[in-house]
């Protein structure tokens, strides 16, 4: 700020709101949405409200039988069978205090948009990712995983109403979703 110094960095574009970090579908916008409701109700928001939260609805909430989201990109097949969606437009992120999550470790404001999926929703699978996301050893992997770099554009498209989530605010139900890299889209102080 002293020196006048400043940068453009890109943004994602989910319908008509911007976001900085994140958008998500499915299981991570049920646990954001479920902590606003304990929030409202006087709790206060801490890492170990999400993850109480997460572990609570991941046994007990979400459905983890039968996924019900698609990817669409133009000029690909579509990708069906996938439980949750996350969309970054950088790394690391966190719910969870000083504890970065990284599930796309190379999203970046100066790039496009980056995908994470999840196409197996087991308690072993899922225990594996989320050990990947949160350490330093890489990002997820495997056949249940989905992870695309540098999108301009994606559309998530949903067999059912499904949570939706924008930075960490619960938005509400959606079916349909499309999300864009809008380059270059603000100014900061850098």
């Known amino acids: 700020l002293l020196h006048g110094q400043s940068r453009r960095i890109g943004l994602g574009q989910a319908g008509d709101r911007y976001f900085a970090f994140n958008a998500g579908l499915g299981f991570d916008a049920e646990v954001v949405r479920a902590v606003e409701g304990l929030r409202a109700d006087g709790m206060p928001a801490s890492a170990p409200l999400y993850l109480w ?29 996938l439980f949750f969606c996350i969309v970054s437009n950088a790394a690391p992120w966190t719910f969870l205090g000083s504890r970065p999550v990284n599930p796309s470790p190379e999203a970046d404001f100066d790039a496009g948009l980056d995908l994470f999926a999840v196409r197996k929703l087991t308690t072993v699978h899922t225990l594996s990712t989320l050990r990947r996301m949160l350490s330093k050893g890489g990002p997820p992997r495997g056949r249940g995983v989905l992870a695309l770099h540098d999108e301009p554009c994606l559309t998530i498209r949903s067999q059912r ?30």
């Not at 924008?166 to 139900?173: I, L, N, Q, S, W």
């Open 161 to 190: 109403p499904i949570a939706f989530q924008v930075d960490g605010e619960y938005v509400g139900e959606v079916e349909q979703m499309s999300f864009r890299s809008v380059p270059r889209a603000l100014r900061v102080i850098a």
């Open 53 to 81: 939260t997460a572990v609570r609805h991941f046994f007990t909430v979400t459905d983890r039988r039968h996924p019900a989201l698609m990817l669409e990109r133009s000029g690909r097949d579509p990708e069906e069978g």
